[in-house]
């Protein structure tokens, strides 16, 4: 062997993956996704039984369903700015509390 040749069995004794480093290629604050304007709403009714105290309680959440984008895609390519994460749909919770 000459004296630059590395044998099989030898390694650099570091990774041969350098890290990965983040390049800004838009300047910062310039891209916005759009606003989130989401109305919530809780109805509540309650019921008294002598001592007894009964709440019933049905949560709207996202109550006019819109959907505005919450997060895009921020890497160079064919994928660019496209979102990545929109506003969970309307949905509703019911509950209910009995105090005694």
Do not use: H
């Not at 819109?66 to 990545?84: C, Q």
Request: no cysteine; net charge positive.
């Amino acid at each position: 062997m000459g004296g630059n040749e590395l044998s099989p069995g030898i390694t650099l004794g570091r990774s041969i993956v350098a890290g990965t480093n983040t390049v800004p290629v838009v300047a910062p604050y310039t891209f916005f996704t759009d606003r989130v304007n989401q109305v919530d709403l809780r109805v509540t009714k309650a019921i008294q039984i002598e001592k007894y105290r009964i709440e019933l309680m049905a949560d709207f959440y996202n109550v006019f369903n819109v959907s505005p984008v919450t997060a895009r895609n921020a890497a160079i390519g064919p994928v660019f700015y496209t979102p990545t994460a929109i506003l969970q749909s309307a949905f509703m919770k019911v509950g209910g509390r009995f105090t005694f």
